[in-house]
């Protein structure tokens, strides 16, 4: 890749789209984000992103779509499948049959893949982030869901569907019976995602607090926040017992809005995990945060997915 070339990664969610435009060293040029709009057929909002992206070039790097210098677009969306470049049915965005990938490619002239969010994040930390020297390790965002990305073996891990691993919705043995919003019962979203977390902070106190509020009162030895981070660190190093056991993996990398409760958490979590784990892995997996953002990890992931895919990295 050229120091002159640019990519553009981008997340669509549920609530909100973010637009990224990097250049090539994963530096991060122009940010935007906008409400994503509910309708059945995106190509009308593809097409406002793409003038939008049009003008993000233009002011940053004096080109326009359709330049030689824009290596592509990497989308991530719920339930995209990198394989076929479609979403067949995304519930939360109104979405069926969408080839959102040639949609990309159309619109914004250039390269394109999409893939899901989780997925997404762990590419980028693996390029640029907290993942770069690890050939195994497992990305798990914490936030209003949660989710897995896996690298194995310096690759991300897909499987057959394309979702790649699907952590959030790991069974964790539990004396509480709480639904996850998959329909399941006792996943580790139940009790991990900001909603779950709020949840356990509600039946332990009897109060109402931000994840911000338990990561302060923790730091200032507040022994009821001591009581509920032991708690969900507990939840959490039981999934990882089992995530370890099954690939090995150096590392666990943690992104999404509940990272922000940081090296503090990840310590508990640790100690549980080393507590739990099978004796080959005492001792010598790292719980560690996401480095590139806890809330743009997966825009990172689409430039990085782009770039490598371009360049066979
Ligand atoms: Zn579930």
Redesign the pocket.
């Known amino acids: 890749m050229k120091n002159d070339q640019v990519a553009i990664g981008i997340d669509i969610g549920g609530t909100n789209t973010k637009i990224g435009l990097f250049d090539h060293a994963g530096v991060l040029l122009s940010y935007r984000t906008h409400p994503t709009p509910k309708a059945s057929d995106p190509a009308p909002f593809i097409d406002q992103l793409a003038q939008e992206c049009d003008q993000l070039l233009v002011s940053e790097c004096g080109f326009h779509l359709g330049d030689s210098r824009l290596v592509g677009v990497g989308a991530g969306a719920p339930m995209a499948n990198y394989f076929t470049g479609r979403v067949d049915n995304a519930p939360n965005l109104g979405w069926r049959n969408v080839p959102l990938r040639d949609l990309f490619a159309e619109k914004f002239k250039t390269n394109a893949v999409i893939e899901n969010d989780a997925n997404l994040a762990a590419v980028g930390e693996k390029r640029w982030g907290a993942g770069k020297d690890f050939s195994d390790f497992i990305l798990i965002t914490l936030g209003t869901g949660v989710g897995t990305g896996l690298i194995l073996n310096g690759k991300l891990y897909r499987g057959f569907n394309a979702l790649g691993a699907e952590g959030?919705?790991l069974i964790i043995p539990h004396d509480k019976q709480r639904l996850?919003?998959?329909g399941?019962l006792n996943?580790l979203?139940s009790y991990l995602s900001a909603k779950g977390i709020k949840q356990t902070i509600t039946e332990l106190t009897g109060e109402e607090w931000t994840i911000e509020k338990l990561g302060v009162e923790f730091k200032n030895g507040n022994l009821r926040a001591q009581t509920i981070i032991n708690c969900i660190a507990q939840e959490l190093a039981t999934g990882f017992v089992s995530i370890a056991v099954l690939f090995g993996p150096q590392a666990f990398v943690i992104g999404g809005g509940v990272s922000k409760l940081g090296d503090p958490f990840f310590a508990v979590v640790l100690r549980k995990f080393d507590e739990l784990v099978h004796f080959s892995l005492k001792g010598k997996v790292r719980i560690i945060g996401a480095s590139l953002s806890s809330d743009k990890g997966a825009i990172y992931g689409g430039a990085a997915h782009i770039i490598d895919e371009v360049f066979q990295a």
């Open positions: 959030g919705h996850c919003s998959c399941g996943h979203e």
